[in-house]
């Protein structure tokens, strides 16, 4: 794990999305813990390697089987994180 979690939480939404691709959270909270943004372009990469070094928020983006986009969100101070559908941001 390359930063602390905080709290891990999920929106309605997201969890429809995983529930409908038969998916759990577990396999994308550690993708993005592990430092796997997911589907990123290079400047929000960029971004996320900053951050972990200056305390700032972390975003990881990845696709359900079912074409679904979910965001994880980990918060700069890392009191929580957050796995989100775009929409719902």
Not at 10 to 26: D, E, H, V
Not at 48 to 68: D, F, P, Q
Request: glycine content about 8%; charged content about 25%.
């Amino acid at each position: 794990m390359k930063f602390p979690l905080g709290q891990v939480v999920a929106t309605p939404g997201a969890l429809a999305a995983l529930q409908g691709s038969g998916q759990i959270p577990l396999e994308f909270i550690a993708r993005h813990a592990s430092g796997d943004w997911g589907e990123l372009d290079e400047h929000d990469r960029r971004e996320n390697e900053r951050s972990l070094k200056e305390g700032c928020r972390i975003l990881s983006a990845y696709r359900l089987s079912s074409n679904v986009k979910i965001w994880i969100i980990t918060e700069a101070d890392r009191s929580s994180t957050t796995i989100l559908l775009p929409d719902e941001y």
